[in-house]
């Protein structure tokens, strides 16, 4: 198989991990006989520095003529002056909208022998295994927003929006995900305040009833959702949910498997090439001291190859590698937690998983 496949690094710890991700792309394609021709593309804060926008047009067009994409991380410090024009995180907003992305999956999958490093009892994250969908392209993202007056009567607005059709699409996405997992869906919303979240909650019961009434759902809350999912993780499958809500539960689930640095995410749409990314920011904290995770970015490239490549075995191949790497006991720090002395590099991590798929 040829494919060109965009890399977009980014910001921060972006350009570490990405790196990580297409030398195990490279391993792919040498050991599978396939061909991917990788062309990096700027986004965010350094195509603010060095274009003016977060997001050029020919960013944009080589990701349309693109079979995938892959994403390491935007923003940081150096763009976040509240007054500046633009920013980097609309460059990913953008790009999300103009390939019509609207689905993001997460999935929170434990390595067992990670148990360990999760800031949770190991009894309790064990088993967990839960498939996140995310709606991406709507909601209070995209809102209708502005700002008016001035003193105590300075007011900013920004309005959530969800329409049926935009809710039928993600939910019969992650219906038909349940019918190949253990086939249980749970949706999450708001709908005891929030005026979009009742019409979500109306609209996902009909599309279920009328469409998956093989499947087991049910509906939970988001405040309560974000308690039961530190207290029994491991009773969820696939959980639907909008683009705030997504996006705050699947930060907080990543402390599951133990770190942010571990998940990846895929965003897709009915078409055209999808977008894969870490679901972690660009770390500033981190970044430039060579210790960022690359695991959760290379288990993206893993989902790229499933999702928008139909390589399977090799998606696998990936997964196993990582597999073995944790199970080896390579940690980078993130992971190492209490015990610093046996941590590993970025660089190193990626070349032990590299040397997985070596055969
Ligand atoms: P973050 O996800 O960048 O970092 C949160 C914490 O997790 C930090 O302590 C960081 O060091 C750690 N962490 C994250 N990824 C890691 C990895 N791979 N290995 C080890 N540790 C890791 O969130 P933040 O600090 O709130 O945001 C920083 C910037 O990133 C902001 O500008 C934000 O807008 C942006 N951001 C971008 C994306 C994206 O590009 N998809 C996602 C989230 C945040
Ligand atoms: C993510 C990030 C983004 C989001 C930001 C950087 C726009 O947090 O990908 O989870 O909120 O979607
Ligand atoms: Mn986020």
Request: with cysteine; net charge negative; hydrophobic share 45%.
């Amino acid at each position: 198989m040829n494919s060109s496949i965009v890399l977009l690094p980014g910001d921060g710890i972006g350009p570490e991990i990405v790196e990580q991700a297409r030398l195990v792309l490279a391993k792919v394609a040498e050991r599978f006989g396939h061909t991917f021709q990788f062309s990096s593309h700027q986004i965010g804060g350094i195509a603010i520095d060095e274009t003016g926008d977060p997001l050029p047009q020919a960013t944009i067009d080589a990701c349309r003529e693109s079979a995938a994409i892959l994403l390491g991380a935007v923003g940081g410090p150096k763009w976040d002056d509240p007054s500046a024009k633009t920013r980097p995180e609309a460059g990913l907003l953008k790009i999300r909208k103009e390939l019509g992305l609207f689905a993001n999956l997460r999935p929170i999958k434990l390595f067992d022998e990670l148990a360990e490093a999760s800031p949770l009892r190991a009894d309790i994250v064990k088993g967990t295994d839960i498939l996140f969908f995310r709606e991406l392209t709507g909601g209070i993202y995209f809102g209708e927003s502005g700002t008016s007056g001035s003193g105590d009567d300075e007011t900013a607005f920004q309005s959530m929006t969800y329409s049926a059709g935009e809710v039928k699409r993600i939910v019969r996405m992650a219906a038909q995900a349940a019918r190949g997992r253990s086939n249980r869906l749970t949706s999450v919303d708001k709908a005891n305040v929030l005026e979009p979240s009742r019409l979500w909650r109306r609209v996902a019961a009909e599309v279920m009833a009328n469409e998956f009434p093989d499947v087991q759902y049910d509906v939970v809350l988001v405040d309560s959702m974000a308690m039961h999912l530190i207290n029994r993780p491991s009773e969820f499958d696939v959980v639907v949910t909008g683009n705030m809500f997504g996006d705050i539960l699947t930060d907080e689930a990543s402390m599951l498997p133990g770190s942010l640095g571990m998940l990846p995410s895929a965003s897709l749409g009915d078409s055209g090439p999808g977008l894969y990314e870490p679901i972690h920011g660009s770390a500033p904290d981190i970044a430039g001291k060579g210790i960022a995770n690359p695991l959760a970015t290379i288990l993206a490239a893993a989902m790229m190859l499933r999702h928008s490549l139909g390589l399977t075995e090799e998606a696998e191949a990936i997964e196993a590698a990582v597999a073995a790497v944790i199970t080896d006991g390579l940690r980078t720090p993130d992971l190492a937690r209490g015990d610093q002395s046996k941590s590993v590099s970025t660089d190193e991590m990626g070349a032990a998983v590299v040397a997985k798929l070596t055969v």
